[in-house]
């Protein structure tokens, strides 16, 4: 089970890796693939006995197909940051994948049959969604002081965009049942297909996007983890867990980055940081 709290510790922090490490939407997401790619070319060069057993036609298609998926989500995630601002767009981002993925993985993969199982996992879905629309409430008394400058509609448009990408990546993987250790390296080229697709004639082979490369590193290791738990617990519990660690990234935004927030925001991040970690305990105790 401990596994499956790796990817909420990694994920948790690549919002705290990328905003240290700078650059726009398309440098932050090539960097991120790029790093992926290397952390995947290494678990293969240490699996490559596993690799050569699942290697195929059909492990390509998916890997590739979830890949170019994550990348259309991460890279409309970071557009969505820089128009409504990392403090509404990652905990909106979250709920949204959290809400389509988990719904997936109970209704369409039958992870959940049992009346207590669904009895149970819609509340812990229901202190995961609160939990996310606390830390994403601002104080309406709170001067525009914090230089964003807000565009609500591309905000939607982009969050709307990502949340299909982040979907199809995860349930993709699931719906073919490819064999998801072998997957990684498959899926990284993927990604990195994506990303140079979307930085296609843009100036992202800068400073920014080679040092995004650690943020990618930090994705590779909680994407290994989170599908090896998806094989232990399932997608529902798996993906939820992993998408706890808007907790590391909320404080971590505050306290590392600089972000500011009044006494009131700070009661609703708090309040919002419990109820994920409720939602996470339901969840965790349903296998």
Not at 79 to 95: E, W
Not at 112 to 119: A, D, E, I, S
Not at 177 to 188: C, D, G, H, R, Y
Not at 231 to 242: D, E, H, P, T
Request: with cysteine; hydrophobic share 50%; aromatic share 12%.
């Amino acid at each position: 089970m401990w596994i499956a709290l790796v990817p909420m510790l990694a994920w948790g922090s690549i919002g705290l890796v990328s905003g240290k490490m700078g650059g726009d939407a398309h440098q932050q997401t090539l960097g991120m693939t790029f790093g992926a790619l290397i952390f995947a070319i290494v678990t293969t060069i240490f699996s490559f006995q596993h690799f050569l057993q699942y290697n195929s036609f059909k492990l390509w298609t998916v890997g590739i197909v979830s890949g170019l998926c994550w990348c259309l989500g991460q890279n409309n995630q970071f557009k969505a940051m820089k128009a409504i601002g990392v403090s509404k767009a990652v905990p909106i981002s979250t709920g949204a994948q959290l809400v389509t993925t988990t719904i997936a993985g109970a209704v369409f993969f039958h992870e959940w049959t049992t009346t207590r199982q669904l009895g149970f996992g819609f509340l812990a879905l229901l202190f995961l969604v609160s939990g996310v629309v606390f830390t994403s409430l601002r104080d309406k008394s709170k001067a525009d002081d914090d230089g964003i400058k807000e565009d609500r509609t591309e905000g939607a448009k982009t969050l709307i965009v990502s949340t299909i990408g982040f979907l199809l990546y995860t349930v993709v993987v699931t719906l073919f049942s490819v064999n998801t250790k072998a997957m990684i390296l498959p899926q990284a080229v993927g990604m990195v297909l994506g990303g140079f697709i979307f930085s296609y004639r843009k100036n992202s082979f800068e400073k920014p996007m080679y040092k995004n490369m650690l943020t990618g590193l930090f994705w590779g290791a909680g994407n290994f983890c989170m599908f090896q738990a998806t094989v232990l617990v399932g997608l529902a519990i798996s993906f939820s867990l992993a998408q706890s660690g808007i907790v590391i990234s909320t404080f971590g935004s505050i306290f590392l980055l600089g972000e500011k927030k009044t006494r009131k925001e700070m009661v609703y991040v708090t309040i919002g940081s419990i109820l994920v970690i409720i939602g996470s305990i339901i969840l965790g105790m349903l296998k």
